[in-house]
């Protein structure tokens, strides 16, 4: 039976003893027979061989012999399959009295492979203690596991300590320190030592192409990468694969192409490999050259993971997500990336009970997500309103010990702000250590849509004062506040603080929500003056902010020069002829309604059912208006005649004002009480237990009948009922809703 393991602790005394105890004469391991222990490191596969070899070393007399020290420290520190190499290594090394620099270097290497940045920079300072100075090899070991959070706080000394040892002007040295100044975003310093150096090959060159890539210069990257050409460095498989992702994220299929043909033409000095035809296959994909990125697919001999991954994105990116499921449906092994990236796609068509499906899938095959699956699952659940699943996720999270990333978090913010779970985004807001501009732009855009105006406008004020520059959304989000709390001077203000102090030009949802702050304040002419000075085309977007504030206030003049411009620029938009309609409906101009509705029917133009949904115990369900087609259809529409009983002897009156007038006044009833957000709340009564709140999505805008019918339903039945419609929340409670009939 084999003895147990000695303790780590067990383990540094014992090697304190056999540094203090005498030792045999050395012996050459040139004059002994048999190999030394040494030679059996390669194939040492565990922790325990790796004991037994050292105590063979020991017993042979060789501990101290520099060159099996080496060979032995050295092994330790390169071996990741090992668990606990690491700690070992640092047992041995802290047991030779003076270390050789290149014992130093080994170690500092071993942490920066480790992705131990401060062990490395600690071993450093240990070095120079010991007046050991640093060579050639130190710098680029150091420097090559530096973080952007290290290389901004240490950057300079470490430069500084280069050019003190007399190290800056030896190339790998110099290619340490463009990395390092590129991972902290200097990379204007590190193109000036670019500059400066030799760039005879194509290190130094990749190097900094590889760190604007980091930086998402992508421009910068292409450029440099036109620069080498015309200096006849001969770029090599790290070049072509940097450039090529570079053309990929900026779209530039021109520039791609040119590389592919460099490639191709190059004389054989460069051999695609698998990486490289990836790289390739990824820059058409990322271009939209499906065409020709599927070609190269099919011609590939080998074809790994990421092939297929890349093919699968690029389909997903051009909108065929279901060829893209298809492919994804064959792939003979899919990884996190290739999960990830087909949720992603459905997340991006809006297929979000397809992404919501997939990850359970993804569940099954007991793969582990990571930040960025999160990511495009709240992103689904966001938009599904599907809280329950939200809040599971964030779980999920927390037991896998995931770490919370700043992009986590503020997609967590908006997952709940579009769940109208307000104090759960306000609570993670605050809770979050690292916050960007992002993080700031979702709590400001979550407190607007949730009827909070004022506290958006506050934190927009907080962010100012924290330094933190806003960009073109914060201000969306900022004058979106404004438009649904009727701040119209201070979205003027707003508004105009953009260019005079921020020197952001307005674009056009700038002036979009300025029409609809304007035009909901009842300041129609001054909207018409707003768009008429836009210095540029005003789309269907603006004309609709218009549009439907002509609606609420009557104004038929403004309506019909509102849609006459939306159909112009779009002639299929079904939404502008309904609104019109009702607009004409509201007016009592009847003859109009039928005029619309004609026109409607000559173009094949029509009218597309409202559509709701609603979370219940993790499962989405989706309602049309009218739509039985539930498989709980008649508990809901009992309900549904239930709550109007009730409803009618609390004094609720039917608004049939929108619905057309040739049918008869009991069908007009019928129409409206069959909206889809009345179904979902229905639903909602019928499951939801008793206090819980009922939350619904509806992708249109809320009718003036649903409003009220589920203002008396909420004070009926206590139940605080949340309804985001297609620009705001709705919090219905006691009888009353957050909106103030504004919106």
Known sequence: MPLPLPSKKAETLILKLISTMPCPPLLNPSQLHSPPPTSLLPNCRTIKELKQI???????????????????????????????????????????PHPEPALWNSMIRAYS????????????????????????????????????HVAANLGDGFHAHAIKFGLSSNHHVQNALIHMYSVSGETDTA????????????????????????????????????????????PNEVTFISVLSACAKLKDLEFGNHVHHMIEEDGGKTIPNQKLQNAIIQMYAGCGAMDIAWRLFETMGSRDVV?????????ANVGQVDRARGLFDKMPKRDVVSWTAMIDGYVRMNRNKDALDLFRKMQETKIQPDDFTMVSMLTACAQLGALEVGEWIRGYMERN?????????????????KCGCLESARDIFRKMNSKDKFTWTAMIVGLAINGHGEKALNLFSEMLQASVRPDEITFIGA??????????????ELFLSMITTHGIMPNVAHYGCLVDLLGRAGQLKEALETISNMPMRPNSTVWGALLGASRVYRNVEMAELAACCILELEPGNGACYVLLSNIYAKCNKWDEVQRVRKMMMDRGITKQPGCSLIEVHGEVHEFVAGDRSHRRSDDIYFKLEEMGRELKL???????????????EEQKESAVYQHSEKLAVAFGLLNCKAG???????????????HNVIKLASELYGRHIVVRDRTRFHHFRDGDCSCKNYW
Request: proline share 3%; hydrophobic share 35%; net charge neutral.
């Open 191 to 234: 193109r000036q030592l670019f500059q400066r150096g030799w760039k005879g090959d194509a290190v130094m060159w990749n190097v900094m192409i590889s760190g604007y890539n980091r930086r998402k210069q992508y421009d910068e990257a292409c450029t440099l990468f036109g620069e080498m050409e015309k200096e006849n460095v001969d």
């Open 650 to 664: 609390a004094g609720y009156v039917s608004d049939t004002s929108e619905v057309f007038p040739d049918i008869e």
């Open 113 to 148: 492979e480790h992705d131990s940045p401060a062990d490395a920079v600690s071993m450093y300072i240990r070095m120079l203690a010991s007046h050991s100075k640093p060579n050639n090899y130190t710098f680029p070991f150091l420097l090559k596991s530096f973080t952007r």
């Open 401 to 417: 010990r995931m770490k919370m990333s700043t992009v986590v978090g503020n997609a967590l913010i908006d997952m709940y702000s």
């Open 692 to 706: 819980e709140t009922v939350r619904v999505v509806t992708k249109m805008r809320i009718c003036n009948d649903c």
């Open 307 to 315: 092939t297929w991954t890349s093919v699968v994105v690029g389909f």
């Open 479 to 492: 004058l979106s506040a404004c438009s649904h709390s009727g701040f119209v001077e201070e979205g003027r």
């Open 54 to 96: 050292h105590s063979q070393i020991i017993r042979t007399g060789l501990a101290n012999c520099p060159a099996e020290r080496a060979r032995l420290l050295s092994f330790c520190c390169t071996q990741h399959s090992i668990p606990g190499h690491l700690n070992y290594a640092r047992l041995l090394f802290d047991q030779i």
